[in-house]
């Protein structure tokens, strides 16, 4: 079954550090998004791709970098992690044409920076 | 640019009472609107969808929601709940007529069933 994967699901860092989260789909979706979740705050999209070679900055693009050299991956890179970078971050995917907000959710990696 | 706005962050409801769960959009073009549940220490998964045609649509579980583009609402309904239904539910939108379109969330209501 294709499904969405996401790695580590949990992380604990230490601010300054650099951070990569993976995110791999096997929908061969070419719209992949990455958000995170706080308390108060819903999701909140971070960044986007729409294919590879594409990225587009979200609301909340301070401090993270994307990169999509393949169909299946997006890895979001904190450059330099800080304590406000401390949520939960969901990947997702989806098809093109109405289907485009139909996401599919991985299952989340918690991120704290100390 | 899109919003979505839910008006309520915390809806407790009793077992068996009928709940509804508002939300309200925000755009400068037509739009598809989605509502997902987020059940506890999960990702969230697709609970209904209006793309077209009929303005009510219904998922599996019995819930339901109303389209009205005067209102600009998206409204969830169902007439009984279940413990079971105890999750997050999010309001999301996206653009119409583009291949291409990042989806909004809002940011989210809490149903809490109470036996």
């Known amino acids: 079954d294709a499904e969405i994967t996401q790695s580590p699901r949990h992380k604990i860092t230490e601010t300054g550090r650099q951070v990569t989260l993976a995110c791999h789909q096997t929908w061969n979706h070419n719209n992949m998004f990455w958000y995170r979740q706080d308390l108060g705050h819903g999701l909140r999209l971070i960044h986007y791709?729409?294919?590879?070679?594409?990225?587009n900055k979200g609301e909340v693009s301070d401090g993270y970098s994307v990169s999509r050299s393949n169909t299946e991956d997006l890895p979001l890179t904190l450059e330099s992690a800080a304590s406000s970078q401390t949520s939960v971050y969901f990947c997702?995917?989806?098809?093109?044409?109405?289907?485009?907000?139909?996401?599919?959710f991985g299952e989340g990696s918690r991120l704290t920076v100390l | 640019a899109q919003s979505v706005t839910q008006l309520d962050s915390q809806v407790p409801v009793f077992e068996e009472a009928p709940v509804e769960l508002r939300c309200n959009y925000s755009?400068?073009?037509?739009?598809?609107l989605f509502w997902y549940v987020q059940y506890p220490n999960q990702g969230l998964q697709l609970l209904l969808k209006y793309l077209s045609g009929s303005t009510l649509v219904e998922s599996i579980n019995g819930f339901e929601a109303e389209f009205n583009k005067s209102q600009t609402s998206f409204h969830l309904r169902k007439p009984s709940v279940h413990i079971s239904d105890t999750a997050e539910y999010f309001c999301?939108?996206?653009?119409?007529?583009?291949?291409?379109?990042?989806?909004?969330f809002g940011s989210g209501t809490r149903l809490s069933i109470r036996p």
């Open positions: 997702a995917s989806s098809s093109g044409g109405p289907r485009a907000g139909e996401l599919f």
């Open positions: 791709s729409y294919g590879v070679q594409d990225t």
């Open positions: 755009s400068s073009v037509s739009v598809y």
């Open positions: 999301a939108v996206s653009e119409r007529d583009s291949s291409a379109s990042k989806i909004i």
